[in-house]
């Protein structure tokens, strides 16, 4: 049918005539895509990983002009008309490839008719690359011992080019009909559902099968998404919302999806309530990726998953995974409203579309699982863990300009995701939850199937704030939050009482990591103020706000309780168990870093070791009083610190576990039902301790795997190459995705060097047995370990070359792991002389490095003003222990 429209063309060669602006990236604006036709038939054959293509796009002409320019990325295009719908062909002047910009230019010899619909229809082949970017291949081993191969897409932010020519940007949205070829024994899904009966066309290959989808909604070419696969699905019985939710997993591994089918069908539904919009789309399909990039992706209908992130078995998977996987998945699912339903004008806001998401994915999980109390860990995971990098001057703003795709790629950062999500964490505060809420559901109904940009979600927030009296009337939601989107860091706040007059001075300064810039920022801010007395702590209601304005570095307060009194300012910001002993380990572990190499470390270990040993006594290995979700990290974090600075009595603890596990070969994924019976959450919680402190304690801790990965880590520390082995052993013999990458993680704890060196060269192997996928975790791991920090960086500075080819960005994005951890002014010119040597090579990478830079920079700068202040401080802390006890 379409190939009567077709016109043969010769092969092209790349040439330009008319100089293009290189700087300017983005697409030109008189063509509006209305509608997609796309044929795909992917060859999974070993020595033909190539895509046969047909693409027919609908475009409406908004201004006469005789060019048409889309995107391609290493595209081989066979083939292109340009005409009407209704059959007069353009006469077409020369093609022009701009490869710097991925612009296909089609040259018309006469100019596009003004206000009507024409068509664009091209044939090609392009890629089914292994490089986890556009459409690409992956692979697993099955039961019967055979490698599987499947195909899939991760196109965001700027890889659709690569599976077939689009104007792939967020803006321009259209409808999506799909149609892929595959073989038979395989299934073909995408964003909507297969439509029963598709018919075939004279060009369709023998052998194939075409499976045709319905017409998607209008949505960005960066949410189309595709797979080919042998694997089967698990469909959830939930169902008043009449959207078939199915997960999908190779079959060896389909019994790890019960646990994200069942939460997964529970926060749709929450967020299709929180939203106060039903989900557009009639099925909502999750899919575990063997090979992936990032954590996941919020294709519109079709969710991908790293194996991790979505697959689940009880008793063999940690705690710590299943409340990652409840969060990657609501984070996901909250995409589907904030993201694909309205979609950010440009890469610019895409803080607003991932902040959104990483703070109402704490909301989501919360609901669904309120035993894990996600919202407090949110202080720790995101607000202290974002701090870190935002104490630095070479933070950026969480609203950055970009252009080009290297600078895209480089800002799905933890300032998009962890600065983004506080701040808007603030705002829900402030504004208050059902203000903040309204306004959100506002934006995105007026909005729907558009795209916005910051400024309008401040818009329909403002409207409500003033509509519902919970923002004063003199204020609005934009000025307030510029502040805060358009300036680098964040303000420390200082108060100071004045008890006679029961008030309160409260100044701001932009705080730095390195207080040598202290006095070098002009920025101020809006900043809400709450606080309350101690003993009102418990009161429900919203405290009144204070702001303290960006025009005065402070403010006083007034009304304060009685002098005898304790105030709480920040009161949102309070926490409780696991979270303040989190951020404690969290300041340890710096400090540990900070010491670890100098000649006080003795004196260090000792002080801490003093302090560790009663906490790790009630908290510990041996003790049974705990089990609840929150209990148990906060244990396996004790146990990791203590083990850490060698408490003796966790030392061998650690020893005796590991030798029972190995024994008994359950550090690997075989374990009986009464082991899982043991595992269930509801059991522990109805029992508590006492029906686990009648068991033996090695089977007390077999059922928790974050405990196992404490014990196992040190336990590596503390062994050689036999442990090593051992382990590396359970890493292959493993089925569970989150098990293997626990066990990567392991197998960086050793102390041995030559064995951390070949275990650095065997991840960029692919014949080792670890994943192209995983190669920078295990890089990162080794060089967060103070015995491979340099032995990391001397292997990355002689495979430079070959790192890049293999892992690009990834690489790239690692690079701030291999680079940090440093404190002594050789390091920091050793550093130096590094990043020049490679200037302008980073690419993904630059900000990392720039920021591991800087660290090392305050490091020394801490070093030269603390360093003998503490070791005399903790060497008199010990002569007193030594007397005291
Ligand atoms: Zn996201």
């Known amino acids: 049918m379409w190939s009567l429209f077709l016109t043969i063309l010769s092969v092209w060669q790349a040439r330009r005539v008319f100089a293009t602006d290189l700087n300017n990236v983005r697409l030109p604006t008189h063509l509006k895509p209305v509608n997609y036709q796309i044929s795909l038939t992917p060859f999974m054959i070993p020595g033909n990983f190539t895509v046969s293509g047909y693409i027919s796009i609908v475009v409406d002409v908004l201004e006469s002009s005789t060019n048409v320019t889309l995107h391609t990325k290493d595209i081989l295009v066979k083939e292109v008309v340009v005409g009407q719908v209704l059959g007069y062909k353009y006469p077409i002047d020369r093609i022009e490839l701009v490869e710097e910009l991925d612009f296909f230019v089609i040259h018309l010899q006469e100019p596009l008719k003004i206000g009507e619909q024409h068509v664009i229809r091209m044939r090609f082949i392009s890629k089914l690359s292994d490089g986890l970017h556009g459409f690409y291949r992956s692979q697993y081993l099955a039961d019967d011992g055979t490698i599987r191969t499947l195909a899939t897409t991760q196109f965001e932010p700027t890889h659709a080019r690569k599976a077939f020519p689009c104007f792939d940007e967020p803006q321009m949205k259209a409808k999506f009909n799909i149609r892929i070829g595959r073989t038979a024994g395989m299934h073909a899904i995408s964003n909507m559902p297969k439509i029963q009966n598709p018919i075939r066309y004279s060009s369709d290959l023998p052998g194939y099968i075409y499976d045709q989808f319905e017409e ?99 008793g063999v998977s940690p705690r710590s995974a299943k409340q990652r996987i409840a969060l990657v998945v609501s984070h996901e699912l909250a995409h589907q409203w904030f993201g694909n339903l309205v979609t950010p004008k440009w890469w610019t806001d895409l803080w607003l579309n991932e902040g959104f998401a990483s703070y109402v994915e704490y909301l989501g999980v919360e609901a669904v699982e309120p035993n894990m109390k996600v919202m407090e860990q949110f202080i720790t995971s995101e607000l202290q863990n974002v701090m870190r990098v935002d104490a630095l001057t070479s933070s950026h703003p969480v609203s950055v300009k970009v252009s080009n795709p290297d600078e895209i790629a480089q800002i799905f950062d933890r300032i998009s995701y962890g600065k983004g999500a506080t701040i808007i964490r603030m705002m829900d505060h402030f504004l208050t939850e059902n203000t903040f809420r309204k306004g959100v559901a506002n934006y995105l109904r007026h909005l729907q199937y558009k795209n916005a940009d910051q400024d309008d979600l401040w818009r329909f927030l403002t409207e409500q704030g003033h509509a519902d009296g919970t923002l004063p009337e003199s204020m609005n939601i934009k000025t307030i939050m510029d502040t805060w989107t358009l300036q680098t860091g964040f303000p420390v706040l200082n108060v100071k009482r004045d008890y006679s007059r029961r008030a309160a001075n409260i100044s701001q300064e932009r705080f730095f990591l390195n207080k040598l810039h202290q006095n070098g920022s002009p920025f101020k801010w809006w900043i809400p103020v709450t606080y309350r007395s101690c003993n009102n702590m418990k009161n429900p209601a919203h405290p009144d706000v204070h702001w303290l304005s960006q025009d005065h570095d402070w403010k006083m307060v007034f009304d304060l309780p009685e002098s005898d009194q304790p105030v709480v300012f920040n009161v949102r910001q309070t926490e409780q168990s696991l979270v303040p002993w989190r951020s404690a380990t969290m300041s340890f572990r710096y400090l540990k870093s900070m010491f670890q190499r100098t000649p006080a470390y003795g004196e260090f270990q000792k002080f801490m070791k003093h302090t560790a040993r009663p906490v790790y006594r009630q908290h510990g290995l041996r003790s049974m009083i705990h089990n609840a979700h929150e209990d148990s990290l906060l244990r396996s974090e004790i146990i990791d610190w203590a083990c850490s600075i060698e408490v003796e009595e966790c030392c061998n603890n650690v020893r ?195 920021q591991a830079l800087e660290t090392t920079e305050a490091n020394v700068h801490w070093m030269d003003t603390h360093y003998y202040y503490i070791t005399d401080w903790l060497s008199q802390q010990n002569q007193i222990q030594a007397f005291t006890t």
């Open 216 to 314: 998607s909604v209008p949505m960005s070419t960066y949410l189309v998404a595709f797979v080919i696969s042998d694997f089967e699905f698990n469909e959830s019985e939930l169902r008043q919302n009449n959207v078939t939710f199915r997960i999908w997993a190779r079959k060896n591994a389909l019994d790890q999806t019960d646990y994200a089918r069942g939460i997964g069908a529970r926060i749709l539904q929450y967020f299709e309530h929180y939203f106060d919009i039903d989900f557009p789309l009639p099925k909502q399909d999750m899919i575990a990726i063997p090979d992936f990039s990032a954590g996941a992706m919020e294709n519109w209908g079709l969710i991908t998953y790293r194996e991790t992130t979505l697959l689940y078995k009880r």
């Open 656 to 850: 005796e576990l590991f030798d029972v596990y190995v024994r008994s070969g359950r550090d690997q994924d075989g374990i009986n039902e009464n082991e899982i019976e043991t595992a269930d959450e509801d059991f522990k919680e109805e029992e508590g301790g006492e029906a686990i402190a009648e068991m033996d304690f090695t089977e007390a801790h077999e059922v928790d795997m974050d405990l196992k990965k404490a014990i196992m880590c040190n336990a590596l520390a503390l062994g050689g190459e036999k442990e090593w082995n051992q382990v590396w052993a359970s890493y292959l013999a493993s089925n569970v995705a989150a098990q293997k990458q626990y066990h990567l993680r392991i197998l960086a704890c050793t102390k041995e060097i030559w064995i951390l060196n070949k275990y650095l060269n065997m991840s960029v192997n692919p014949q080792s047995g670890i994943r192209k996928q995983d190669a920078t975790l295990v890089i990162s791991n080794v060089a967060r370990n103070v015995h491979g920090r340099d032995l990391t960086f001397d292997f990355v500075r002689s495979h430079w070359n070959h790192l890049k080819d293999y892992l690009g960005g990834r690489f790239e994005r690692a690079l701030g792991s291999v680079l940090g951890g440093r404190n002594t002014q050789l390091e920091l010119d050793e550093l130096r002389a590094f990043v020049k040597m490679h200037e302008g090579e980073f690419g993904a990478g630059q900000r990392a490095v720039e």
